[in-house]
């Protein structure tokens, strides 16, 4: 019996209407579109203005296009992890919401946070439950309203992130395609540089701290881009050595869209050319948990079975990883 791998078979993929453009922003802070562009490689991104909708709004909506593209029926879903760092709420579950209202009443669900890593690290979660064979559908899904975080007269964050959810869907493959290997790291070092201050259980809610303004996220970011963009480099580097795989072997990178030039130094470091880069990054930003399943809802034509695929994130804490994948099927 062939051994079994863990294959993305489906995606799906959700982004609000509302445009922010760097336009938009120019008359909220001192900045401007050549300033943003030059420096970030984004244009534009979206933001869920609706009220009393959160990132489950987000992950339902992805979920419902996968689900409707691959004529999935929920209730076959074992398993729904969310990958977020904006939960609806701190004790409540976010994924549970989710699959229940998608119909997936048969899974178990639950939320993972590792920041911008979280859908990255939720590759390796989802494929360990396929690979052990307990489970045949795990549905991963990404989503973030990072706009509930975000202080909008900070132009060091403002400029930077948006708001979406993209969903894939892993199941048994018996033909070696799916997920080959994974480096995966994280250093507690980055603990101070990106954050919330208050919020949990160090500093909890009161007055002062929403006064203080201390619910919005913190980031030192000439100290994130200089480990980002070593970290993001060394593993994929690392990855590709240790499957013996030069350049020409790899097809696609799907890296987590933080920074045009962060994507810029790993593709460098992995010898790619510009050709054989996915990048969205001018159209959304940086959607945190989004941003790898919305590359691969963006470019799923482009995919084609059997094509290798490397994936690589960083995030707060830090935390930051690669996987080698290789894509189970073409688009129909």
């Known amino acids: ?46 933001l869920l203005k609706e009220e009393g909708q959160g990132t489950s709004f987000l992950a339902i909506k992805a979920a419902q296009n996968l689900i409707e593209k691959r004529k999935l029926n929920p209730e076959e879903i074992d398993v729904v992890i969310v990958a977020t760092a904006t939960p609806d709420m701190l004790v409540a579950s976010t994924a549970v919401y989710v699959a229940t209202q998608i ?133 994929s580097e690392k990855i590709m050595q240790r499957n013996n795989l030069s350049h020409d072997d790899v097809n696609w990178l799907v890296a987590h869209q933080a920074n045009k030039r962060i994507i810029d130094a790993t593709s460098s470091r992995m010898g790619l050319d510009e050709s054989k880069v996915l990048v969205n990054i001018e159209k959304y930003g940086n959607t945190t948990s989004a941003t790898l399943p919305l590359l691969l809802s963006d470019f799923e034509h482009k995919l084609k079975k059997g094509d290798n695929l490397i994936f690589a994130a960083f995030g707060g804490g830090f935390t930051w990883g690669s996987i080698y994948l290789r894509w189970a099927y073409d688009k129909k």
């Open 103 to 235: 119909g997936a009443t048969n899974a178990f669900a639950y939320d993972l946070q590792a920041a911008c890593s979280s859908f990255l690290y939720g590759m390796s979660t989802a494929s360990a439950y396929i690979e052990s064979g307990r489970y045949k559908k795990v549905l991963l899904i990404g989503a973030d309203k990072m706009s509930s975080i975000i202080d909008y007269t900070d132009r060091a964050t403002c400029i930077i992130f948006g708001d979406g959810a993209g969903a894939v869907l892993f199941e048994p493959n018996h033909e070696g395609l799916g997920f080959q290997d994974e480096y995966l790291r994280s250093d507690g070092i980055g603990r101070e540089f990106l954050k919330i201050d208050a919020g949990g259980s160090i500093l909890p809610p009161s007055e002062e701290t929403v006064k203080n303004r201390q619910h919005f996220v913190f980031q030192d970011g000439k100290t994130v881009f200089k480990y980002a963009v070593s970290g993001m480099a060394d593993v």
């Open 1 to 46: 019996m062939s051994k079994t791998t863990a294959a993305i078979t489906a995606v799906g993929a959700y982004v609000p209407d509302f445009v922010l453009s760097n336009q938009v922003l120019e008359t909220l802070v001192d900045t401007n579109d050549e300033w943003i562009t030059s420096r970030t490689g984004i244009k534009e991104r979206r």
